[in-house]
Structures are given as C-alpha cells and as structure tokens.
C-alpha cells in the first residue's frame, strides 16, 4: 500500500511588480533572495473548505433536507519559515507589509514613523503595477517527484499577520517565523479531469515539470527587474499584524 508523505511540497510566493519593485528598493532581490525564502519553508497546510446549506423541512414527512447553495474557504492559512542568518525571511515579510500600509513608500521614509504619531496611507490591493495582491501556489507531490501531484492557487494573498518569534539566552535552536496569509480561495488542480484516454492510458503527472512550469511566469518577471546586491537592514523580530475588512460578495 502506497501512503503519501507530509514531507514533499513546494511553495512559490510571487508577490507582485509593485511589492516586487519595493522589496529591490530595499536591497532585497526576490529571484534570488526571494527563492532561498521558499526552500526555509518548515511546514505548511494543505486547504480545507466547507458547503453552506439549507435546511428545508415538510417536503418529505419526518424528514429533514439539505441543500448546498455556496462553498465556504478557509479565509487564511499559516506558512512556517526558518529564518537564515542574513534575516532574509524577516525581511522579505516585513517589507511585503510595509508596503501595503504605505510605510517607507515613496516619498515617504521609515523615519517618519519612528515618532509617537504616524499616518498611514493604505496601498491599493489591486493597481496597474500590480497592488500588494497576488497569488500563491502550492505544489504537493511525492520525493520520487514524478507521479501524480495537487496542484494548490491560492487566490488573492498577501500576508496579514507576522507571528512573534521567541528568542532567548537558553539552549540554542533553529529560529522561525510563522505568517499568516489572507486569500479569496483557493483552486485545486489534481490533474485527473486533464487526462485524456482510459485509466491505462493516461500518463503519469511529471511533478517536476509541472513545479517548474508553475512558477516560471514569477521567476520571468523578476529576471526583466535584474539584481541587486543585499543591504544588511534593522529588523525587529516583533509580530506584526494587519488590520483587514471583510467583503461578502
């Protein structure tokens, strides 16, 4: 009996052009810097979702019935990082959030909110540039890489909330950095309603492929920013958390 194994996935972020744009301004490059920040991720979760239903009595006597009418999502999920000595993780989240609330974007400095008061003016979450919107995948396969695998868009996401990290003068350990991410929904290919032909027909999913193939659009417009050398910068190793509104459409 073949089990899958919680131990083979694969994330890409691909935060959009303007966050993109933001993060170089503050020496961090995603196609290099930001792909190291997807290989120290330490655990993630596959999606779950829910069907809202309606009860209708009296039809049948005795019975009770119910009828779908909407799927309901999971409205965040939580991604575990280890950080690496050059606080590449920290950084990459901190300056993803400074961005949407408008601290340190131009004309604006982070100086000016080092002070008791502060203004902040909210980024637009979808604009030309791109917002601070984006989506996420997730790639859940098996460590042999060939062979069937889920593939997971989460739809909509941007990071919402920054855990706090605990650090202390005891026995040393592997620091990490749990965030959480706001999305719409999320879509889920398993690759069987793609498959042409009988069961012994169809071809084995490359998962490898597949992976590569995900996340190459990302990765192409990173490459048209080019490269920068990392700015070491201060980071405060606090949670930080987002207030968000709620849309029911």
């Known amino acids: 009996m073949n089990l899958a194994q919680t131990s083979s996935y694969a994330i890409s972020l691909q935060p959009p052009r303007d966050v993109l744009n933001f993060l170089r301004a503050r020496g961090f490059t995603y196609n290099t810097d ?31 019935e119910q009828f779908a009418y909407r799927r309901i999502y999971d409205d965040t999920f939580d991604i575990q990082f280890y950080v690496d000595r050059n606080y590449n993780t920290i950084r990459f989240f901190e300056t993803w959030m400074d961005y949407i609330v408008g601290q340190g974007v131009p004309p604006g400095t ?60 005891g026995p040393s350990d592997i620091l990490k950095v749990n965030v959480q991410f706001s999305y719409i929904r999320h879509v889920v290919d398993t690759g069987i309603s793609n498959a042409k032909g009988t069961s012994s027909q169809r071809t084995a999913t490359d998962a490898r492929t597949s992976v590569r193939n995900q996340f190459a ?17 201060r980071t405060l190793l606090s949670g930080t958390t987002l207030g968000t509104s709620n849309s029911i459409g």
Do not use: W
Request: hydrophobic share 30%; glycine share 12%.
């Open 217 to 233: 659009a990302g990765a192409e417009t990173d490459a048209q920013l080019g490269s920068r050398d990392i700015i070491p910068d």
């Open 110 to 169: 982070t100086d000016q909110y080092k002070g008791d008061t502060a203004i902040y003016r909210m980024s637009y979450p979808k604009s030309p540039g791109g917002g601070y919107k984006s989506n996420i995948y997730m790639t859940k396969f098996e460590k042999e890489i060939t062979g069937p695998a889920l593939y997971y868009t989460y739809v909509g996401a941007f990071p919402k909330a920054m855990q706090k990290s605990a650090v202390s003068y």
């Open 34 to 64: 930001g792909k190291n920040v997807e290989l120290l991720c330490s655990e993630a979760s596959i999606p779950g979702s829910s069907l809202a239903t309606h009860d209708q009595v009296g039809d049948y006597y005795g019975a009770r």
